[in-house]
């Protein structure tokens, strides 16, 4: 009886030894794909941090780029409102040195306007008393065939009233108030021009 139980203990603590064993592989299997996967795990955190490293240097980078094309467009914003103000100033020097120009021709024309105006009411005058000079010695002097007296000597006459000048194809001396002319032909005739006053009247 004994023996028997003592064979079924050991048979059964055979077998609690091999299911401890068994699980003992299980369990070191288990320890392994642990391992393994506590080592993939490791690995992936490694590539990740690496990932990571990576991205934020990429990150930097473009950080820096941004930083570099903002300044890039605050100079050229800079460069360009610097050449706005050069070229506003530039066209406000233009448009003033035009707007002087300008009022420098208009007051030119206003004086040429007004030179125009007062030679016209000098012309205008000139005129006027030439016209009333004209009436007043055509009303004042008359020639009559009666009062000029000719005292015919050969080819040649002398007359004799007044200032007279005698306009022919002749030779001509003046001598005071006479006028003799020495010539061939007929001198009755022919332009007279009459002087008044040391005033000649065509």
Request: proline share 0%; charged share 35%.
């Amino acid at each position: 009886m004994n023996i028997f139980v003592r064979k079924v203990k050991y048979h059964r603590l055979k077998n609690e030894r091999r299911n401890c064993q068994t699980e003992v592989k299980n369990l070191r299997n288990e320890l392994e794909h642990s391992r393994t996967e506590i080592y993939n795990l490791r690995n992936e955190i490694e590539n990740s941090h690496t990932e990571m490293y990576i991205l934020r240097n990429e990150l930097d980078n473009s950080q820096q780029e941004i930083n570099d094309l903002r300044k890039d467009t605050d100079n050229l914003h800079e460069n360009a409102q610097t050449e706005i103000n050069r070229r506003r100033k530039e066209f406000e020097q233009i448009h003033e040195n035009s707007q002087r120009e300008i009022n420098k021709l208009r007051n030119e024309i206003i004086h040429l306007h007004a030179s125009n105006d007062e030679l016209n009411s000098q012309l205008d005058g000139a005129l006027e008393e030439l016209f009333i000079i004209k009436r007043n010695d055509l009303e004042n002097l008359e020639i009559r065939r009666n009062t000029i007296r000719r005292n015919r000597v050969g080819n040649s006459f002398r007359i004799n009233r007044g200032n007279i000048e005698i306009i022919d194809e002749l030779n001509s001396e003046i001598r005071g108030n006479t006028v003799s002319m020495n010539g061939r032909g007929n001198n009755d005739r022919g332009n007279i021009e009459i002087i008044d006053d040391s005033k000649q009247i065509a």
